[in-house]
Structure formats: structure tokens, C-alpha cells
T-cell receptor, first 112, second 110 residues
Framework: DGGITQSPKYLFRKEGQNVTLSCEQN?????MYWYRQDPGQGLRLIYY???????QKGDIAEGYSVSREKKESFPLTVTSAQKNPTAFYLC???????????FGSGTRLTVV | AQRVTQPEKLLSVFKGAPVELKCNYS??????LFWYVQYSRQRLQLLLR??SRESIKGFTADLNKGETSFHLKKPFAQEEDSAMYYC????????????FGGGTRLMVKP
């Protein structure tokens, strides 16, 4: 199913908790990305990684953290410092060159 | 920094009517532009890239560097075209990283 898998599909978090969203790809893509999708705001970049063991902050990195220990995996942790974490989170990957992204199916995070 | 603007949040047309989803960008270099589509309950997927000069599902988009636009067009809309459409730009100094517009919801009425 598409080569890029996000889990879980739905996630509920209590105030003050950290949660980790999983993203795995078997497309052999070098680059991976995390976006946040909010109604009316499009997609905003949280973090991206062009290569294993390296990652860069995007436009809205505050309150989030990532790791890239393997080419296939790029997990996102939403920390308690993120003030408004309820959103739809999208992971994507891309090969080198102007080929665009392949997206995962997303994780909807709700703070309860 | 680059920016992508989709001025219409919602576009509603009747089946068989022409449709144009607007996309404007600001970037001083030579951009690569994309259109992505998200159908209901499906993942976001690439619709077309300007470098491919392709027509997908009857949609085309032409890069107009003078007007810094990349509008998406289809001569005759179908109900199955109803979806959320995002325009995206890749700057040549930012690897493959994409900057997305805010999206336009297209509703095709019967």
C-alpha cells in the first residue's frame, strides 16, 4: 500500500504526555519529511531529513523532535511543549531529483 | 523565502463546466512546481509536475514565469474531480523540499 506507512491512524494524548508517531518507507528514498495539516492552512513543514543521521527544522519545529537512525524510518515525537498538538500529521518521502513526494496516509492526533 | 498562494479556498462548478484552480508563487530562482490532490478518505497524491508537461485525468498546468503562476485547468469538470488540491513549489536551493499553498477545495455539482 504505497510504500510509506504511518501508524497509528488515530492517536489520543493526554495533556503533558509525549507521543511518538511512526513513519516507515520501503521505497529506498533518501529524504523524509513531516508536515502538519490544519484546515485552511495547508501543509506546514515540521522537520525534514535528507540523509540518515541528519535532519533539519522546518517552519514549525517548536515542540516536536525527530530522529533518523535508519533510512527507512523517521519517527516524530510530539512533546508536551507543543501548545496546540491536535492536528493531522503527514509523513512523506522523496528520491533525489524533482520527482515530488510520496505521502503516507496520515495520523490524526487528538489531545484529550 | 519562497511562498505559494492559492487564493480560493473553495471552488464550486457544475459538471461539464471548465475549471481553473489558481496558484501563484513568489521565488526569485527557477522553481519546480507540482499539483497534489487529496480525494475523500485517500492519501495526498501527486497529480502532475510542470517539468513533465503532462496531462493527468484531463488536467493540465502551465508555468507562467512572467505572472509567476501555475494554474491547474480542466476543460470539462467531472464529479469525481471533487477533492482538495494543493499547489507546491520546490526551490532549487532547498533540495527536494516542497512549500505548499493553503489548498483549494473543488466541488463539482451534478
Amino acid at each position: 500500500d504505497g510504500g510509506i506507512t504511518q501508524s497509528p491512524k488515530y492517536l489520543f494524548r493526554k495533556e503533558g504526555q509525549n507521543v511518538t508517531l511512526s513513519c516507515e518507507q520501503n521505497l529506498n528514498h533518501d529524504a523524509m519529511y513531516w508536515y502538519r495539516q490544519d484546515p485552511g492552512q495547508g501543509l506546514r513543514l515540521i522537520y525534514y531529513s535528507q540523509i540518515v543521521n541528519d535532519f533539519q527544522k522546518g517552519d514549525i519545529a517548536e515542540g516536536y523532535s525527530v530522529s533518523r537512525e535508519k533510512k527507512e524510518s523517521f519517527p516524530l515525537t510530539v512533546t508536551s511543549a507543543q501548545k496546540n498538538p491536535t492536528a493531522f500529521y503527514l509523513c512523506a518521502s522523496s528520491p533525489r531529483g524533482p520527482y515530488g513526494y510520496t505521502f503516507g496516509s496520515g495520523t490524526r492526533l487528538t489531545v484529550v | 523565502a519562497q511562498r505559494v498562494t492559492q487564493p480560493e479556498k473553495l471552488l464550486s462548478v457544475f459538471k461539464g463546466a471548465p475549471v481553473e484552480l489558481k496558484c501563484n508563487y513568489s521565488y526569485s530562482g527557477s522553481p519546480e512546481l507540482f499539483w497534489y490532490v487529496q480525494y475523500s478518505r485517500q492519501r495526498l497524491q501527486l497529480l502532475l509536475r510542470h517539468i513533465s508537461r503532462e496531462s493527468i485525468k484531463g488536467f493540465t498546468a502551465d508555468l507562467n514565469k512572467g505572472e509567476t503562476s501555475f494554474h491547474l485547468k480542466k476543460p470539462f469538470a467531472q464529479e469525481e474531480d471533487s477533492a482538495m488540491y494543493y499547489c507546491a513549489l520546490s526551490a532549487n536551493n532547498a533540495g527536494n523540499m516542497l512549500t505548499f499553498g493553503g489548498g483549494t477545495r473543488l466541488m463539482v455539482k451534478p
